[in-house]
């Protein structure tokens, strides 16, 4: 049953996460933690930094973990968990492939069409609401701690936040370095 209703959710989030990874995220974590409760919100936490250190796109790479996680926290065995992955993954990446293939058919016939350019325009919104969201969502106790919990984590993560923020926006550092940078500040300041 939990295979089903892995595959189901993967494939629904497939369908309806515009945006890319980033954009997924907010649906996975509504699913997977407030909705089925087959993870933590610090299994989540743990998931998506996981996924972003790793090659390959976070949303993918977040179902395959997601997968894994949710067989095992159910009480299957590791194979199992490997099967979870395998089911959503292939869930998340199956509506893609199904419309991809359509659109690419349909596209270059209907492309300058005033509702499909309508379509587009407004889908634009929509993306940029599903990246604020997974920001918004990675923005917890388990990322940042309270200043009444730990004052000192959470002052050096709003650092560290802040100091990402302009580094890759305003001052354009790879994010890959900056990654790395962060990194190094809080295994010294946080260590």
Not at 79 to 98: D, E
Request: a neutral charge; charged letters at 5%.
């Amino acid at each position: 049953m939990i295979f089903f209703q892995l595959f189901v959710t993967f494939f629904q989030i497939g369908l309806f996460g515009f945006g890319g990874g980033y954009g997924m995220l907010s649906l996975i974590q509504h699913e997977t933690v407030e909705h089925y409760h087959w993870l933590s919100s610090s299994d989540f936490t743990d998931i998506v930094a996981i996924s972003q250190m790793t090659p390959g796109p976070i949303g993918i790479n977040s179902a395959t973990y997601c997968g894994y996680t949710a067989i095992t926290n159910a009480g299957y065995s590791v194979p199992m968990g490997i099967l979870g992955s395998a089911t959503a993954t292939f869930a998340l990446v199956l509506p893609s492939l199904i419309l991809m293939i359509l659109i690419s058919k349909m596209f270059m016939r209907y492309m300058h069409h005033r509702s499909i350019e309508s379509m587009f325009q407004g889908l634009r919104p929509a993306v940029v609401g599903l990246l604020a969201a997974a920001t918004l969502l990675l923005m917890t106790r388990d990322n940042f701690s309270t200043p009444i919990e730990n004052p000192w984590q959470f002052g050096i993560s709003c650092l560290l936040f802040a100091s990402a923020f302009v580094g890759v926006y305003l001052m354009k550092i790879n994010p890959i370095r900056m990654i790395c940078y962060c990194a190094v500040a809080g295994l010294i300041l946080l260590y």
